[in-house]
């Protein structure tokens, strides 16, 4: 069922369950023997970490990031604050970022940076979402979900002003809802 102020639906459950099982699948081959520490960034990657953490099948820890960019809306300005650091040290362990979207590719630069000065063994990232369209600055990305246009999009934990996370589908909302 299609929610009265969505315009369209891009991603639908079924292309979302297929693809993060894929994922789990490769992140599985690819740290086989090893234990992997995943840090969600809160709270758009929630659903998208709970769903792919059951599909991965080597031991697996999570520990979560909340940060924030500066200003509101829905553009990224590039300063980021963190809101919640992590709860233990990473030094040592096999760290994967799990972010909802790269957008401008600002709030993962600046992730990387701080996650790599904590030192960990390995530093990977591994995204839903990915806006090429707009990036800004060069980042790595390991593992991509879908690299979609340059749209503005809410649903399976991604939110407009807090809402609509909940939607199970990537979705873009109709113009007069944005304009509030
Ligand atoms: P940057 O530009 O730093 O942005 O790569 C990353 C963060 O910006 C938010 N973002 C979005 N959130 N729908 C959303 O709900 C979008 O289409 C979108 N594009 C960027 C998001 O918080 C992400 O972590
Ligand atoms: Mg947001």
Same mark, same amino acid.
């Given at each position: 069922?299609?929610?009265?102020?969505?315009?369209?639906?891009?991603?639908?459950?079924?292309?979302?369950?297929?693809?993060? %099982?894929?994922?789990?699948?490769?992140?599985?081959?690819?740290?086989?023997?090893? /234990?992997?520490?995943?840090?969600?960034?809160? %709270?758009?990657?929630?659903?998208?970490?709970?769903?792919?953490?059951?599909?991965?099948?080597?031991?697996?820890?999570?520990?979560?990031?909340?940060?924030?960019?500066?200003?509101?809306?829905?553009? /990224?300005?590039?300063?980021?604050?963190?809101?919640?650091?992590?709860? %233990?040290?990473?030094?040592?362990?096999?760290?994967?970022?799990?972010?909802?979207?790269?957008?401008?590719?600002?709030?993962?630069?600046?992730?990387?940076?701080?996650?790599?000065?904590?030192?960990?063994?390995?530093?990977?990232?591994?995204?839903?979402?990915?806006?090429? @369209?707009?990036? %800004?600055?060069?980042?790595?990305? @390991?593992?991509?979900?879908?690299?979609?246009?340059?749209?503005?999009?809410?649903?399976?934990?991604? @939110?407009?002003?807090?809402?609509?996370?909940?939607?199970?589908?990537?979705?873009?909302?109709?113009?007069?809802?944005?304009?509030?």
């Amino acid at each position: 069922m299609m929610h009265p102020h969505v315009e369209k639906i891009l991603l639908d459950e079924k292309q979302i369950n297929e693809r993060v %099982k894929q994922l789990g699948r490769q992140i599985t081959q690819d740290y086989q023997g090893e /234990s992997i520490l995943m840090v969600g960034i809160l %709270k758009g990657a929630m659903i998208f970490l709970a769903d792919l953490v059951r599909n991965i099948d080597i031991p697996t820890y999570f520990d979560f990031m909340a940060v924030s960019s500066y200003g509101s809306g829905t553009v /990224s300005s590039g300063v980021v604050r963190i809101l919640k650091d992590l709860d %233990k040290s990473i030094e040592g362990k096999h760290v994967i970022i799990v972010e909802d979207i790269v957008d401008t590719g600002l709030t993962l630069q600046y992730l990387l940076e701080n996650m790599k000065s904590r030192g960990p063994a390995t530093l990977k990232v591994c995204t839903l979402l990915d806006k090429p @369209d707009r990036r %800004k600055v060069e980042v790595p990305i @390991d593992y991509n979900g879908f690299s979609i246009p340059d749209e503005f999009v809410v649903g399976y934990g991604l @939110d407009y002003n807090e809402r609509y996370r909940n939607l199970p589908y990537i979705a873009v909302l109709k113009q007069e809802i944005y304009k509030g």
